[in-house]
């Protein structure tokens, strides 16, 4: 049987990484697009990708979209997790979040549109979209997104129903809660926590500083929601899918379960600063997944202990071997 081929975007980086091993494991053939970088930003997948395997690695940019891909690779399915992809960030920057976010979600359907109409097409939502509604929230909540970030992932939400159903192109929309990993960016609040707790731990820092504390997250594992994602891509209808633990958590109570598993006390270190609040804040998100576990039969497995305990032996290695 010939291989299924997938084409990643934004395989580099937390999500994209896991859906990666997943996909070679289901015995795919893997490619992924990455942008230029002054600086090696392969460390998330340098285990799976040898130089030798480079030729599955290639330069693009959602700025300009994938099309020379599409045509050369024909993929079976493509994968967007491409993204500006921090809330915070998109204040300081929205033009540019608008135009990968959402702009790049349409360059990359008009090439599937275009060049490969029966390309299945995955789109990385992102429960920001729901902003100020109140939780819990589901696929028939309504959209009241608040950063540039969640109004550019509506956008990309809308686009992705409007190619489904404008021209038949099997394209999915993944609503998903937050997810975490050793992998997550160090400028995210769990990982931020995770790692900055370390370092006070190994006497490296003598505090960190937060924002705000009372924020509530839904927060899982990435490497039980890439499982999700392949059902969604795998069932007989392209459809879109809320995919959450069904647990929140304050910002504070993450950083208090941190700090006692490394028997430190927070309140001994802990610093707030309005300079890591946004302008506008989503105040809860709490995911109703029914959905995706009657449809899809998908339920994750790691808690909210299980992910932090994971996340703080990672960040206990590497800031001890000076890694991050
Ligand atoms: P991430 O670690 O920040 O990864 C984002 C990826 O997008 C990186 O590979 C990045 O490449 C790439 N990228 C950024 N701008 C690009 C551009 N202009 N052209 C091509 N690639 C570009 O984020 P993540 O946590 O894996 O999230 C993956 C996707 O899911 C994103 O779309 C995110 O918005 C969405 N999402 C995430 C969550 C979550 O909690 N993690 C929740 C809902 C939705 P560089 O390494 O070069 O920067
Ligand atoms: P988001 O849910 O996609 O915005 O993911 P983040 O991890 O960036 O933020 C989650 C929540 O933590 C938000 O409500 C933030 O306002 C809150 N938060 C509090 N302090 C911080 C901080 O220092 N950095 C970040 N990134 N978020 C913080």
Redesign the pocket.
């Known amino acids: 049987m010939t291989k299924k081929v997938a084409l990643i ?9 896991y859906m990666a091993e997943l996909l070679l494991h289901k015995g795919y053939e893997v490619h992924g ?3 230029r ?1 002054s600086y090696p ?1 392969t460390q ?1 997948i340098d285990s799976i990708f040898d130089p030798e395997s480079r030729k599955y690695l290639h330069y ?4 300009e979209g994938i099309d020379h891909l599409l045509i050369d690779i024909k993929p079976d399915e493509v994968y ?7 809330v915070r960030i998109s204040f300081d920057i929205p033009v540019y979040t608008l ?3 959402a702009v ?1 979600v349409c360059r990359i359907l008009e090439g599937i549109r275009k060049i490969c109409p029966h390309t299945k097409y995955y789109q ?5 979209i729901f902003g100020s509604t109140p939780p819990p929230q589901n696929e028939d909540s309504k959209f009241h997104p608040v950063s540039p ?1 969640g109004i550019a ?1 509506q956008a990309g939400f809308f686009l992705t129903k409007c190619y489904r159903n404008g021209y038949n192109i099997f394209a999915c929309n ?7 990993s050793p ?3 160090v400028n ?1 609040v769990t990982r931020k926590i995770t790692r900055l707790a370390c370092m006070i731990k190994l006497n490296m820092i003598k505090e960190i500083t937060l924002g705000n504390l009372d924020a509530k997250r839904d927060w899982g594992f ?1 490497g039980d929601y890439v499982k999700a994602i392949y059902l969604i891509m795998q069932h007989d209808k392209p459809d879109d899918f809320v995919v959450s633990t069904g647990e929140a958590h304050t910002v504070r109570e993450f950083a208090e379960e941190v700090f006692k598993y490394l028997r430190l006390d927070l309140y001994k270190y802990l610093k707030t600063d309005d300079i890591c609040k946004r302008p506008l804040e989503v105040n809860a998100l709490l995911g109703d997944s029914t959905k995706i576990r009657e449809t899809l039969g998908w339920k994750p497995k790691i808690g909210f202990k299980e992910l932090i305990a994971m996340m703080v032996e990672s960040d206990l290695m590497l800031v001890a071997e000076g890694k991050v």
Do not use: C, P, W
């Not at 975007?9 to 990484?17: D, E, K, L, P, V």
């Not at 993944?174 to 975490?180: A, D, R, T």
């Open positions: 975007t934004g395989i580099n980086g937390q999500t994209g990484s697009v990455l942008r970088s930003n998330r693009g940019d959602l700025s967007n997790f491409a993204a500006m992809s921090h135009d990968i976010n790049g990385a939502s992102s429960s920001e970030y992932k993944g609503i998903l809660m937050n997810h975490e992998r997550r960016g995210f990435a």
